[in-house]
């Protein structure tokens, strides 16, 4: 994976810093299957050397940004590029201490204590990913304050304290979108080093696009980009919703249309329907439709 | 103004947008086909004009174009556009080659069936054969003209702008004249009067119209009477503030608090920017005074005299009569209203159970609960289950303040209806609601209240809702904070259906140096602003509901920064809020 981040042309003394990191911090056995494996990558030279040198300074990260600016993809990368397990939480309003920490559990006819996901990486120095870290209330939230500042420890009531490993990251990502998001208090965001994810790149998105659908040629890819950053555009004038803005749904759909479905059904099953409304159904069709030639064939893509 | 053309206009501005890489812009044109749908190409050719061109010496040129002729010389630069534009923009958008064959295809197909050809149309046809790769098919005279405006895609605004001249001089004798009047009044009048060609779009171009703004001074002479009423009460100002106060507690209801109570709000909230600004909190002229109000004075301390009298009385039976407006509007569409209401209340119902407050209580079934199950096994105790019991509270409340400003004149039965339609729907889901408007006359700001959060049947007294004078938002956010102390849920909202135009006669009352700066323009904008920041910082969430004209959408923007929801018209004003307040439960509290 390092060779990888060379080709994105990160810089040499950061690439070096984490094989140092790797080699001092190995990883136990057991743990070895949480590592994630290198499946995608994320495109931001920027934002990469952000953020490895926030790690390796010991920092804790939150991933800022919209909808679609890979923030999941990325906290997965880092995991990777540092070679730590993973544990990933997400985040929901009825989210407590002890479904961060850790419960009680009866095993062997006693009354035992069963770790939680942060417990288990900060044990183990994995990197904790905390999905959607906003959705949950701030009470709930209160617990991790001691384990991201300075003291870097969990006191898990009843029983021991536990002091980090030194390895551990917390990686935690927030959407930031319009009426109806929600702030994060301003005691856990102090705990964190704050990347703000830009919106994807022409580049990296038809890189991107590439990457998934190897057959998929230039100008396919780039009428793609350039139609999603259209709608990206749109959203943020307020014109759409952000419910059509899924990158997700548009990988399906190239994967939809290799497949051989029409172009124009594939990107409707993958962008257009995401919104239930037939007013903006329209608008993101007519994007589609400006960018997107009624005549065009998947053969024309995927050149057969 | 129909739905559909509403709709059409609004999608059409997206094309342009879109191909401009710019939202920002007011177009001067819009395209549609003749069955009123947004033309898809013609609009993008529009935006690129704005994304390739100079925007500014563009739209001034058009604006020099007149005469009889007109439709025909703007037709003419069109073509030329379109053929500039279409060698730009191919190299980077494939797929517009398609597009413009698709258009030149149903264009032609279009023709045929039309019998009348004028000039451009048959020029038109010309270029579209062109397009297709075939003959022109015109003769050779307006062959010339066709190829006089094939304009190349290397030419810059300038050359375009200098070529139509001399093209026009050549073929025509016309010469573009300038603009005598002041750019900006000419510009509208243009704009506006322009637009009647919307019936016979056969030029595919329309001059783009605010549709907005005209749903304002659509109602004939109706709306005349309101604009003189309107004058009438921003008319007499005095300076007596006494005489004030009853002035606008006779057209509006008494104060819903003593003297001293109302001295106290004042002295806390009409400060700075709203200094010798008052206020004026009322639950409207209640049933029986409203009676005996058409043969008695006002008030029998001080009897109001002549001119006033006069003023207050008309101001009293427009609002009766716009009450029974009102009332009739939400029955002849009852059936529609009703739905809304259910659908509403439906959505929120199953938001707020999946996110209910719960409370754990221990059971003989349910979640196992981990710490009490040694109990079972060594107690032979079956309370070791956990059931969570759901509370009715919702933990919030929400506060609607809604505009009453004169700009409403045009709306008010839709607004009645949509607020009608909010707080029956909240008040069916226990959701406490507080519904508000606010407009300012004669210095006073005054807040009526139609429902507050206590009350559960007040819904029909929002039929009571009129709108005049002018509307001074900063202190109105400010009196709303005062009424929203009532609420005892720990979480506040705010929704502010609002045009984001700000004015109030009254000035501005801080400093010895501005102290006849206006309540107006940037000011208001900057006071309605820092409103909004002191509302939120005081933890109440304060979101906008904007509907108005695509500048003062910028100006939305500003005040409400992300917590905004535009809506087309006011139609959806009860659908939006709803949309909210979905997304405000499924998020849960902070």
Same mark, same amino acid.
């Given at each position: 994976m390092l060779d990888k981040l060379r080709e994105l042309g990160i810089r040499e003394d950061l690439i070096e810093g984490i094989a140092a990191f790797r080699e001092k911090y190995q990883v136990a056995d057991i743990y070895r299957s949480r590592i994630p494996g290198p499946e995608q990558l994320y495109y931001g030279k920027e934002v990469w050397e952000q953020a490895i040198t926030a790690i390796l300074?010991?920092?804790?990260?939150?991933?800022?940004?919209?909808?679609?600016?890979?923030?999941?993809?990325?906290?997965e990368n880092l995991a990777g590029v540092f070679g730590r397990p993973r544990w990933d939480v997400s985040f929901h309003v009825n989210m407590d201490a002890a479904s961060l920490i850790g419960m009680d559990t009866f095993r062997g006819g006693e009354v035992t204590f069963r770790p939680g996901p942060v417990y288990a990486a900060a044990k183990a120095g994995g990197f904790a990913v905390l999905d959607e870290v906003n959705m949950a209330r701030s009470e709930a939230l209160a617990v991790l304050h001691a384990t991201l500042d300075f003291r870097r420890s969990i006191d898990v009531p009843g029983y021991e304290r536990i002091e980090l490993h030194p390895a551990t990251r917390f990686i935690a990502t927030m959407n930031y979108g319009y009426a109806g998001t929600k702030e994060l208090n301003e005691a856990l965001v102090s705990r964190f080093a704050v990347i703000q994810m830009p919106v994807i790149s022409k580049s990296s998105l038809i890189r991107l696009l590439r990457a998934h659908a190897p057959a998929l040629g230039k100008d396919g890819a780039g009428e793609l980009a350039e139609m999603f950053l259209e709608l990206y555009k749109k959203c943020e004038n307020g014109e759409i919703s952000s419910k059509a803005l899924d990158l997700r749904g548009l990988l399906g759909a190239v994967g939809l249309i290799e497949r051989g479905l029409d172009i124009y059904t594939a990107l409707d099953m993958g962008l257009t329907n995401k919104s239930f409304d037939p007013y903006e159904q329209t608008l993101i069709r007519d994007t589609i439709h400006t960018r997107i030639s009624r005549k065009m064939t998947r053969s024309e893509w995927f050149g057969e | 103004m129909a739905e559909k053309e509403l709709t059409e206009a609004k999608r059409a501005r997206n094309f342009i947008w879109a191909a401009a890489e710019n939202y920002g812009i007011e177009p001067l044109f819009l395209a549609f086909t003749p069955d009123g749908t947004a033309d898809m190409y013609l609009n993008l050719i529009i935006g690129l004009m704005y994304k390739w061109y100079d925007r500014e010496k563009i739209d001034r040129f058009f604006n020099q174009l007149g005469g009889k002729d007109?439709?025909?010389?703007?037709?003419?630069?069109?073509?030329?556009?379109? %053929?500039?534009?279409?060698?730009?923009?191919?190299?980077?958008?494939? &797929?517009?080659?398609?597009?413009?064959?698709?258009?030149? /295809?149903?264009?032609?197909?279009?023709?045929?069936?039309?019998?009348?050809?004028?000039? +451009?149309?048959?020029?038109?046809?010309?270029h579209c054969r062109e397009i297709l790769g075939e003959d022109s098919g015109l003769n050779a005279d307006d062959e010339e003209v066709l190829?006089?405006?094939?304009?190349?895609? /290397?030419?810059?605004?300038?050359?375009?702008?200098?070529?139509?001249?001399? !093209?026009?001089?050549?073929?025509?004798?016309?010469?573009?004249?300038? &603009?005598?009047?002041?750019?900006?009044?000419?510009?509208l009048q243009k704009v506006v009067g322009a637009f009647h060609s919307v019936g016979k779009v056969s030029s595919g171009y329309v001059r783009a119209k605010n549709y907005e703004d005209a749903d304002l001074s659509a109602d004939g002479t109706n709306a005349a009477n309101d604009r003189a009423r309107h004058y009438l009460l921003q008319f007499s100002v005095r300076q007596d503030p006494e005489a004030a106060k009853?002035?606008?507690?006779?057209?509006?209801?008494?104060?819903?608090?003593?003297?001293?109570?109302?001295?106290?709000i004042e002295q806390n909230v009409c400060t700075g920017n709203h200094?010798?600004? %008052?206020?004026?909190?009322?639950?409207g002229i209640q049933g029986t005074v409203r009676g005996t109000l058409k043969d008695k004075k006002a008030d029998a301390r001080e009897p109001v005299k002549g001119r006033e009298l006069r003023?207050?009385?008309?101001? !009293?039976? &427009?609002?009766?009569?716009?009450?029974?407006? !009102?009332?009739?509007?939400?029955?002849?569409?009852?059936?529609?209203?009703?739905?809304?209401?259910?659908?509403?209340?439906?959505?929120?119902?199953?938001?707020?159970?999946?996110? /209910?407050?719960a409370f754990a209580r221990t059971a003989i079934h349910g979640t196992l609960h981990p710490s009490k199950v040694w109990k079972a096994v060594y107690l032979d105790e079956p309370g070791i289950f956990e059931r969570r019991e759901e509370t009715d509270s919702p933990g919030f409340s929400v506060d609607i303040l809604m505009d009453a400003s004169s700009s409403r004149k045009q709306m008010q039965e839709q607004i009645a209806a949509q607020a009608y339609v909010l707080a029956k729907s909240l008040g069916?889901?226990? +959701?406490?609601?507080?519904?508000?408007?606010?407009?300012?006359? @004669?210095?006073?700001?005054?807040?009526?209240?139609?429902?507050?959060?206590?009350?559960e049947h007040g819904e029909t007294e929002l039929f009571r809702y009129v709108a005049a004078g002018n509307n001074r938002d900063g202190l109105a956010l400010r009196a709303a904070e005062v009424l929203m102390e009532r609420s005892d849920q720990s979480q506040k909202i705010l929704l502010v259906l609002t045009d984001a135009s700000p004015q109030d006669d009254r000035n501005v009352g801080e400093g010895a140096f501005y102290r006849d700066k206006e309540y107006t323009d940037l000011t208001a904008v900057q006071d309605t602003i820092r409103e909004v920041r002191r509302l939120r910082h005081h933890g109440v969430r304060v979101i906008g509901i904007f509907m108005g004209s695509t500048r003062a959408g910028e100006t939305a923007v500003q005040i409400f920064g992300r917590e905004l929801?535009?809506? @087309?018209?006011?139609?959806?004003? &009860?659908e939006a809020v709803g949309r909210v307040l979905q997304e405000e439960i499924n998020t849960g509290k902070p």
């Open positions: 300074c010991g920092e804790n990260l939150l991933l800022v940004g919209q909808k679609a600016t890979g923030k999941n993809l990325f906290a | 007109r439709e025909l010389y703007e037709g003419l630069l069109w073509i030329g556009l379109e %053929h500039a534009l279409y060698q730009k923009e191919r190299k980077t958008r494939s &797929a517009l080659e398609d597009l413009r064959r698709e258009y030149a /295809e149903e264009n032609l197909s279009r023709y045929r069936k039309y019998k009348e050809y004028s000039v +451009i149309e048959q020029i038109r046809n010309g190829h006089a405006f094939s304009y190349t895609g /290397e030419m810059t605004t300038d050359q375009i702008i200098e070529q139509t001249r001399q !093209n026009l001089w050549k073929y025509f004798s016309y010469r573009p004249t300038v &603009a005598v009047n002041k750019k900006g009044v000419y510009f009853r002035y606008v507690e006779a057209c509006f209801g008494k104060s819903i608090y003593s003297g001293r109570q109302q001295e106290q200094k010798n600004c %008052h206020l004026l909190f009322t639950r003023e207050i009385r008309e101001f !009293n039976e &427009a609002c009766e009569q716009q009450c029974e407006k !009102n009332r009739r509007h939400f029955e002849q569409n009852r059936a529609l209203y009703q739905n809304s209401i259910r659908k509403l209340t439906e959505r929120m119902r199953i938001c707020l159970e999946e996110r /209910e407050e069916q889901c226990g +959701i406490p609601v507080q519904i508000c408007s606010y407009c300012s006359v @004669r210095g006073y700001t005054v807040m009526r209240i139609f429902k507050s959060y206590e009350e929801v535009k809506i @087309r018209n006011i139609g959806e004003f &009860a």
